[in-house]
């Protein structure tokens, strides 16, 4: 055959999240909020006036204009993705070229490296602290040294849960010769975003999604916001119809109910807080926590001993959580699923001492 796949391609691997029936899942970071009645009728209604014969908006224009509206931003710096992850595939595959070296922290984001991979992109890693902060002033100093043309992170970080605030983004923003991407997918859960200035930069791209705060995982909605340059790039290079008519209905609804989002919100960072000082007790009474860092996102990242045996023993009761190397990442269920999951652990390490 004249054909064979690209020898990269060959040895990806598809994602693999948690598959399986379990009653309680606390694995990806998804909002336990699911929508209520009358929000599920208000789409109803909307659906039976829908042309679905047509194809939908191209632009995703009324959901980007109320993005925009309720962080009070201008909607012509904002482009609507399937999902962030849309949006950070084509970062990977048409923003760069062979020429350009985009550097990722080691723990962070997964998928930046795997896209990026995925596309041929020359990718690096830099490193964080011990104590797994950012170092705002060596990372400056790696990238003008190693000549790195983009730095992707997550802020506040998926996996860490620690937040870099906005006066250090700021000067890693201003200190550097390279595009700066700034995933806030978990922002909506902390106060240092730099959306309201995500478009005053030249060398600036804020990314959200509506799959964690916004409990819109399901749709496949994110947006990234920047300047006028960077925009027309998205737009240009997206796949025209790439926001289906479903998702465009569900966001107008959804997004045009801000008190509904910041009391969900505010649930979820007490939530969270909660489950995160649970954690802590556990980890004074027994060793097998080694350390649970400060939150400020919906979920709790910490350090165990022989994570993986830990995971699958939560998993035979039926409660997931993920794993990466020596720690675990617990996402804020409602305040029934934490509990067991605090019971279960105390059984676990219990019965192991
Ligand atoms: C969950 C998550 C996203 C969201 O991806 P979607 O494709 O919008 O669901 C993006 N970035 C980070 C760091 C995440 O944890």
């Given at each position: 055959m004249k054909h064979t796949l690209p020898q990269h391609v060959q040895q990806l691997q598809p994602y693999q999240p948690i598959q399986g029936m379990y009653?309680?899942?606390?694995?990806?970071?998804?909002?336990y909020f699911r929508l209520k009645s009358a929000q599920l009728h208000k789409i109803q209604d909307l659906m039976a006036v829908v042309p679905f014969n047509r194809y939908p908006d191209p632009y995703a224009t009324t959901v980007c204009k109320k993005f925009a509206t309720m962080h009070r931003?201008?909607?012509?710096s904002v482009v609507a993705g399937n999902g962030s992850d849309e949006l950070i595939g084509l970062l990977a595959s048409v923003?760069?070229?062979?020429?350009d070296k985009v550097a990722v922290f080691e723990?962070?984001?997964s998928m930046y490296r795997l896209y990026m991979e995925t596309f041929g992109v020359n990718c690096v890693t830099l490193p964080k602290r011990a104590d797994l902060t950012i170092d705002v002033d060596q990372t400056i100093q790696a990238v003008q040294d190693q000549q790195i043309s983009a730095l992707l992170f997550s802020n506040p970080c998926n996996p860490t849960s620690l937040g870099l605030n906005r006066d250090d983004v700021l000067k890693l923003i201003q200190s550097v010769d390279a595009l700066v991407i700034v995933?806030?997918?978990?922002m909506d859960f902390w106060d240092q975003s730099i959306l309201d200035i995500?478009?005053?930069?030249?060398n600036l791209i804020v990314l959200k999604t509506c799959?964690?705060?916004?409990?819109?995982?399901?749709?496949r909605l994110g947006f990234a916001i920047s300047n006028q340059q960077y925009i027309q790039a998205f737009k240009a290079t997206?796949?025209?119809?790439?926001?289906n008519q479903m998702t465009q209905l569900i966001a107008e609804v959804i997004l045009s109910d801000p008190d509904y989002l910041e009391q969900t919100k505010d649930i979820l960072v007490a939530g969270t807080r909660a489950l995160y000082a649970d954690l802590c007790d556990l980890a004074d009474e027994y060793p097998f926590i080694e350390q649970v860092y400060p939150t400020c996102t919906n979920f709790v990242f910490m350090k165990v001993v022989k994570a993986k045996e830990l995971q699958d023993a939560l998993l035979d009761a039926s409660i997931a959580v993920r794993v990466m190397g020596d720690y675990l990442r617990i996402t804020c269920g409602n305040p029934e699923e934490n509990q067991q999951l605090i019971q279960t652990l105390s059984q676990i390490f219990k019965e192991s001492v």
């Open positions: 009653d309680i899942r606390l694995d990806a970071n998804e909002s931003i201008d909607p012509d923003f760069f070229g062979k020429q723990h962070d984001f995933d806030e997918a978990y995500a478009d005053q930069y030249e799959s964690k705060a916004i409990g819109l995982a399901g749709i997206k796949a025209p119809y790439n926001l």
